[in-house]
């Protein structure tokens, strides 16, 4: 219909210009019109109609003037249009296996994509040239068939690099102009590197990508195990904590189980909201004797399950004895000293070193390694300090520190990325000075600075979670959320409290106490620098384990959770960055690692050397290039052509020192490899990157359902090379109607007034 008045689909005169193609001055239209105005008030003047009708004839006739004027003018619409056979598009058809799946229906995607590329304005439209190519572990071109044949894609990959194919045609240059891509595919990219350089040169290539998506977002009937966040070591009978991403489709149950060769060391069934589409759940199992360990999470859904590749995943977990260290300074003997010990004992991963003032100007040491451990006391130097992961201050002056041991103290969080805890006590906290000592900066909250600050105080209240405290997995005291609650509820309140003053912005309260109807920051934290800081308002947890049952571990866990917590926190030394637990289907495997000397100022070697273990049993040396962008980082690449295992390990000796002088200088890692496997994980539509593609490149996403729309997308929206038309205006049937409409009307009126 709008076409039938207006002359021209809505789609022309959204994307044309509208110009006056007469060549008189716009000025001239106006004047006639005004004159033509007058005339018409002049004339009307005399005759012997009411003002009402006058206004009315004057009106109409005006509108026929303007109409006739505008006619005269000849408006026009100015539109770019391409130059037949001088373009190209670019159609890149996924051919990936994630391609395949029916998502419950009759039909394929790759099946609906190739109708797509059946309909004979998209092959054969006079106005451009038409490519083709299969995007799977690689960009492939195809084809199109002549004579009637059916079009056959290249066979089904494992892999689909479309981030990487994309930008290959773009960058392409030919004999024909690229006017635009369309690109036909779940968006399921599995074998790209999507960085921010990437999408800076899809973006000025200057050619509209449009995309057209295939599939759901969730599989129908399926059940997948997408991913399981586990420590990559841990100490020996320790306890191992597992976070798993679940996504479902027509599952209530699911039954979870973790195992080790033929040992079974978890299992358990789960009750899924089947309202949401994926879902997130904690697990916990021993880690056994030291060794290293591959691990078999699988999940088990119904019978009828569509997809059963994607309900297993792999790790391998290094169970060593090599403790993270945490120095304990403590300024008087007290019974939250004894129960946070005894409450570590049996904790292979964390180690507590103890100094304990027992006396003026003697400490008791605990749990050091060498009798020169801690023999001056405190650590004067950073090196020595930096050897910890993590340090706790309990009852004691700041007064005892000197002001470079304070600095160290600082720098040990904001420089080596450790993790501090303040303890309250009588000499702890504000009134052990420390609100005015050069740590105040890297503390969560503004301790007190009177030098007569005397806030502790022997007074019993009940210590509760925030709101972000309840959120905090380290803080749960039974896995399940209501246990948990139940559980903080039911705590003996602690018997001594001390003010942590004004918590800062940017910091977080996790615990408060209770005292009547207010409640008081206990437990904050912040992050400074690359560490973070505590401070724990309260010394009297102890009382959790003395009021409660001997066999209730509340206390044991807050505890153990915690410390494991700050020292897992901590800036290791060296660590091997951005690795994946498991590289599926990949021809090499990409290392990165950040190399510290022991006073953590980057390593400034041009290269590091690496040991690899293959699936096979053969260790190779690989060289490592140190990154110009980014001091002490070192990248590289090993090839992976076997399946199963690879352990990559670097060691302090490697980087020219003579000894490891830091507990745990040494890492390695566990990457494994698998084949045949990419395209079973994730691979519903990822309709958010085909639409983010589209919008960056000034492209349109599609649904596949909206496949008719395609061709007059092409049509106006590309960047082929153009010619300027102008379609004239001045005949559409709208403004001879107006003309008609107007002056039948003022006819009809006239002869009604009897006044022609």
Not at 164 to 176: C, G, M, W
Request: proline residues 4%; aromatic residues 8%; charged residues 20%.
């Amino acid at each position: 219909m709008f076409e039938f008045f207006f002359k021209y689909p809505v789609s022309t005169w959204r994307h044309a210009e509208f110009v006056w193609a007469g060549g008189w001055p716009q000025i001239g239209l106006l004047t006639a019109a005004i004159v033509g105005l007058l005339f018409i008030l002049v004339s009307l003047y005399r005759q012997k109609l009411s003002g009402a009708k006058k206004a009315v004839v004057a009106m109409l006739q005006f509108v026929a003037l303007a109409t006739g004027l505008t006619m005269l003018w000849q408006p026009s619409l100015r539109l770019e249009l391409m130059q037949a056979g001088e373009n190209t598009v670019a159609y890149l058809i996924d051919t990936s296996k994630s391609m395949l799946n029916q998502d419950g229906g009759n039909t394929s995607r790759q099946e609906a994509a190739l109708e797509i590329l059946g309909q004979d304005e998209l092959v054969t439209n006079e106005l451009f040239e038409a490519s083709l190519y299969g995007v799977g572990e690689s960009l492939v071109p195809i084809a199109f068939p002549t004579d009637g044949q059916e079009l056959t894609p290249p066979d089904a990959t494992n892999q689909s690099a479309i981030a990487d194919s994309l930008l290959t045609v773009l960058e392409s240059v030919n004999d024909q102009a690229l006017a635009a891509v369309v690109v036909l595919s779940d968006g399921a990219d599995n074998a790209s590197e999507l960085s921010s350089a990437w999408w800076q040169n899809i973006k000025a290539a200057g050619v509209p990508v449009h995309t057209v998506g295939f599939g759901q977002p969730t599989a129908v009937n399926d059940i997948e195990l997408a991913d399981v966040s586990v420590d990559q070591q841990v100490a020996a009978d320790a306890t191992v904590n597992a976070r798993l991403r679940l996504i479902h489709s027509g599952h209530e149950t699911v039954r979870i189980r973790v195992t080790s060769a033929d040992e079974l060391l978890y299992a358990q069934t789960l009750n899924l909201d089947t309202s949401l589409p994926e879902s997130i759940h904690n697990i916990s199992f021993n880690s056994g004797n030291a060794g290293v360990r591959e691990l078999r999470f699988s999940v088990e859904g119904n019978s009828d399950e569509v997809n059963l590749v994607n309900n297993t995943q792999q790790r391998v977990l290094n169970v060593a004895d090599q403790p993270r260290r945490i120095l304990y300074v403590e300024g008087e003997p007290r019974w939250e000293y004894k129960f946070i010990r005894r409450a570590l004992h049996d904790v292979g991963s964390v180690s507590i070193v103890s100094l304990l003032r027992t006396s003026p100007n003697k400490f008791y040491r605990q749990g050091v390694e060498s009798a020169a451990e801690l023999s001056d006391g405190f650590p004067k130097d950073k090196e020595s300090l930096f050897a910890y992961d993590a340090i706790i201050i309990g009852s004691l002056e700041a007064a005892e520190l000197s002001n470079e041991q304070q600095a160290n103290l600082r720098d040990f969080v904001s420089e080596r990325g450790g993790s501090l805890l303040m303890l309250a006590g009588r000499q702890g906290l504000g009134d052990g000075g420390w609100g005015r000592s050069a740590l105040a900066a890297a503390l969560p909250s503004k301790l007190t600075t009177s030098n007569s600050a005397r806030d502790y105080e022997r007074v019993r209240v009940q210590v509760q979670p925030t709101t972000q405290g309840y959120r905090t997995q380290w803080l749960h005291l039974e896995a399940d959320e209501q246990d948990n609650i139940q559980a903080w509820s039911e705590l003996p309140q602690v018997n001594d409290i001390q003010p942590i003053g004004l918590v800062k912005p940017g910091s977080t309260t996790l615990l408060s106490a209770k005292i009547g109807s207010q409640a008081f920051p206990l437990l904050a934290w912040h992050r400074y620098g690359q560490g973070q800081s505590y401070i724990l308002g309260t010394s009297g947890t102890w009382r959790w384990q003395m009021s409660l049952p001997s066999d209730n571990q509340w206390h044991e866990v807050f505890w153990q959770q915690l410390l494991s917590h700050l020292s897992a926190g901590s800036l290791p030394r060296l660590s091997i960055d951005d690795a994946q637990p498991v590289y599926r289907d990949a021809k090499s495997i990409p290392i990165a690692v950040t190399a510290r000397q022991s006073d953590f100022q980057p390593l400034g070697d041009a290269q590091l050397m690496v040991k690899v273990t293959t699936p096979a049993g053969e260790e190779i040396q690989t060289t490592l290039n140190a990154d110009i962008n980014q001091p002490g980082r070192f990248t590289g690449a090993i090839e992976a052509d076997q399946d199963g295992p690879y352990s990559v390990t670097l060691d302090a000796p490697a980087m020219g020192e003579a000894q490891v002088t830091t507990s745990g200088a040494g890492v390695q890692r566990w990457l494994v490899k698998e084949s045949g496997t990419a395209e079973q994980f994730d691979a519903g539509l990822h309709r958010e990157f085909l639409q983010r593609v589209a919008a960056v490149t000034g492209g349109q996403y599609l649904d596949a359902a909206d496949k008719d729309q395609l061709a007059q997308i092409l049509t106006t929206q590309n960047a082929g090379i153009t010619r300027e038309e102008l379609l004239p205006l001045w005949n559409m049937p709208f403004l001879f109607l107006l003309l008609l409409l107007a002056k039948g009307l003022e006819w009809l009126l006239r002869l009604r007034w009897k006044r022609l």
